[in-house]
């Protein structure tokens, strides 16, 4: 069965960074473009960050409210895949989902909170 | 980016009714290689989402087929042919044709 588990989330202060990761299995790893999306508290989906595979140079794109804080990776031998966060804002809690397969499939999330 | 807008916000329904949620998007999500890369989401209370339909009306497999998604171009309907307990939660649309992917605001499915 697809799992995607994520981990590393927690309370952190502005201006601060912390680096989230999905561990996938279950499914092709290295053929599937894996996502980031968010959700604050009480509020709708927000797209994150895309990466793309190998054949298609590992392209990765973000949302201009995370463009130049955010950077999405992956490493397919570990069927991986992270989000380095820097110069957190407030604004940025919220739970992360990783999610892949056309947002078929989707973790539990990890909830991110940015609080002084 | 494409806005999608769902109409409407919230939806009251009782059991075995049946009930239509709207998407329409800001350009035409018909993408250069033929597909419409328009999906539905279920979000149940406390969980993540689930994905329902995909490419506008294909059942993603598992999902009871009282779920059933039409539209072409700038205009999708979501139908529930049949509501039952288990269909509460907020629904939502999102596109895939266009970077950046992008979500409707939702559409809150609760009982009368």
């Known amino acids: 069965a697809v799992q995607l588990v994520e981990s590393g989330g927690g309370l952190v202060q502005p201006k601060e960074s912390l680096k989230i990761s999905c561990a996938a299995s279950?499914?092709?790893?290295?053929?599937?473009?894996m996502y980031w999306v968010r959700q604050a508290p009480g509020k709708g989906l927000e797209w994150v960050a895309r990466?793309?595979?190998?054949?298609?140079?590992?392209?990765?794109y973000y949302a201009d409210s995370v463009k130049g804080r955010f950077t999405i990776s992956r490493d397919d031998s570990k069927s991986m895949v992270y989000l380095q966060m820097d110069n957190l804002k407030t604004e940025d809690t919220a739970m992360y989902y990783c999610t892949a397969g056309g947002f078929a499939y989707w973790g539990q999330g990890t909830l991110v909170t940015v609080s002084s | 980016d494409v806005v999608l807008t769902q109409t409407p916000p919230t939806l009251s329904a009782t059991i075995g009714q049946s009930v239509s949620i709207s998407c329409r998007s800001s350009?035409?999500?018909?993408?250069?290689?033929?597909?419409?890369?328009l999906n539905w989401l279920l979000q149940r209370p406390g969980q993540p989402p689930q994905l329902l339909i995909y490419?506008?009306?294909r059942l993603e497999s598992g999902v009871p087929n009282r779920f059933s998604g039409s539209g072409s171009g700038t205009d999708f309907t979501l139908k529930i042919s049949g509501v039952e307990a288990e269909d509460l939660g907020v629904y939502y649309c999102v596109q895939s044709t266009h970077a950046p992917d992008t979500f409707g605001a939702g559409t809150k499915l609760e009982l009368k």
């Open positions: 350009q035409s999500l018909l993408h250069s290689n033929g597909n419409t890369y």
């Open positions: 279950g499914f092709t790893f290295s053929n599937a473009a």
């Open positions: 490419l506008v009306s």
């Open positions: 990466i793309r595979t190998k054949p298609n140079n590992y392209a990765t």
